[in-house]
């Protein structure tokens, strides 16, 4: 990160990952840019993944969204809904830093844009199944729906065949 840039953050409090979402468009490494989309996306779903904005809207979260399930990332939504609603619903503090994440998430996923290709989605499964504790397991249920979508192109291929007119009667 440039000293510019970091100057003044407190990593204790999710800062420095703020701060590489805010300037992703003056990242200039790709890796970097990948990682820190990646993580945008995550943030995206649920609210505390985020610790910035979580902080930014606690209050306005008990308030506003009591009934939301946070297991599902439904904060955001929620969030997003009352703004659109009625701007005053949520603290000035709040509505900034969702307006600020909006912004981010969109300039994050133009970028993501730049980097979308069937390659690196290939390559990017791969190192994450080949990362995961659980990549035996995947790679069977892989395997058992290629069989399957084989042996049922077979079966399909014996049943949409004509019959000759000599078999049907």
Wanted: hydrophobic share 40%.
């Amino acid at each position: 990160v440039r000293s510019d840039l970091s100057s003044g953050i407190n990593a204790e409090y999710g800062e420095v990952e703020g701060c590489l979402r805010d300037h992703i468009s003056d990242i200039k490494s790709i890796d970097c840019t990948k990682q820190v989309i990646r993580l945008v996306a995550e943030a995206h779903g649920d609210v505390h993944l985020d610790p910035v904005l979580l902080r930014a809207c606690q209050e306005d979260i008990s308030y506003v969204c009591p009934r939301s399930d946070h297991a599902k990332g439904q904060i955001i939504e929620c969030l997003q809904a009352t703004q659109k609603r009625d701007k005053s619903a949520l603290s000035h503090t709040c509505s900034s830093m969702l307006d600020a994440r909006l912004a981010m998430w969109s300039a994050a996923f133009k970028r993501a844009k730049e980097y979308d290709s069937a390659l690196e989605m290939v390559d990017d499964l791969y190192q994450a199944i080949e990362s995961s504790k659980h990549k035996h397991e995947l790679l069977a249920y892989f395997f058992i729906a290629v069989i399957l979508i084989v042996l049922l192109s077979f079966c399909g291929g014996r049943w949409s065949k004509p019959k000759p007119m000599s078999k049907l009667y």
